[in-house]
């Protein structure tokens, strides 16, 4: 079960469930927090609650498709952490050192150590849904996507669900110097999620998704890679651990689980392009790519 927002009628987003055969059912709810808080409020899960509608409504006629999605949630923070699969590790040491690794760097004693890295990627403001325009940093030449497993966190951290999240990066920027870290992941428009949040308790294994990436330039596709959440080298519950250690968060923070796709060292994203990021069993979040100049030719 999954569940989406999207426009309705004049611009009012609504809340609906999507069934495993694709049926959409509006929920009365305006926001997935609102679903999770009611179900517990009345000691069941919001599986349980979003099976009630269901039962006691019609699908609407028109398919997911066919729907404005907008972001599944709007997630008060977002917080990302970092050097959780050996690919990104591998990644940042070669944006460190040119390529002319030797020795150990702070990113294999991070991979290696106990306390995860956790940074903070987004605010909601900075935060787009499907379709949306993300935008380039205008002083990096060097940027990628990165696909990862997003966590929809309640405040007591319960993982109530997951999405999928791109926590685009300057490797330019992060190479120069990690304490650079938070302008290599954050300007506007640096971070989306999407297209729905499936509910915790439909998945059995969360280290069993499948995670694919995609970049189109002029309808032609660029660069691709596939992995598995199974390659994780932490466990989804100690990285929320660390997240909650004497800092409070709220209801529906997003907790991006770190990487394990990277596109080739020479690519680069450009103007133009579209990223399509797939996780098994949540969807396809899809967004084009634009340089921040021309939004401001066109605002
Ligand atoms: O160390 C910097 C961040 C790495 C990251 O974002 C990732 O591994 O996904
Ligand atoms: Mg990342």
Redesign the pocket.
């Known amino acids: 079960m999954r569940i989406i927002r999207f426009v309705q009628g004049d611009s009012v987003p609504a809340l609906a469930a999507v069934t495993d055969d694709s049926r959409v059912h509006l929920l009365p709810q305006t926001d997935f927090m609102e679903l999770v808080n009611e179900a517990d409020q009345r000691e069941i899960t919001p599986l349980d609650l979003v099976k009630e509608v269901i039962a006691t409504s019609q699908p609407i006629p028109q398919k997911v498709g066919e729907l404005q999605l907008l972001a599944p949630l709007e997630a008060p923070e977002v917080w990302?952490c970092?050097?959780?699969y050996e690919r990104?590790r591998n990644a940042?040491n070669y944006e460190a050192t040119g390529g002319k690794l030797d020795g150990t760097t702070f990113?294999d004693k991070v991979y290696e150590a106990e306390r995860p890295?956790i940074f903070f990627k987004s605010t909601a403001a900075r935060t787009v849904g499907p379709n949306q325009d993300l935008y380039l940093r205008s002083d990096s030449n060097w940027q990628i996507p990165?696909p990862?497993l997003g966590l929809v966190l309640a405040r007591d951290g319960r993982i109530v669900g997951y999405t999928v999240g791109n926590?685009m990066?300057c490797r330019d920027i992060?190479g120069e110097n990690p304490l650079y870290?938070p302008q290599a992941k954050m300007w506007n428009r640096s971070c989306s999620i999407g297209p729905a949040i499936r509910l915790a308790e439909t998945i059995e294994d969360p280290y069993a998704f499948q995670i694919a990436c995609r970049i189109y330039r002029n309808a032609e596709k660029v660069a691709e890679g596939t992995a598995s959440t199974a390659q994780l080298k932490r466990k989804l519950h100690d990285l929320v651990a660390y997240l909650l250690r004497d800092n409070q968060i709220f209801d529906g923070t997003v907790l991006l689980t770190?990487?394990c796709i990277v596109p080739p060292d020479e690519f680069t994203l450009a103007d133009g392009d579209h990223i399509e990021i797939e996780i098994s069993g949540i969807g396809v979040l899809s967004n084009p790519v634009k340089s921040q100049m021309e939004r401001s030719l066109s605002v």
Do not use: I, N, Q, W
């Open positions: 990302a970092g050097v959780t990104s940042r990113y890295e990165e990862e926590d990066s992060e870290l770190g990487t």
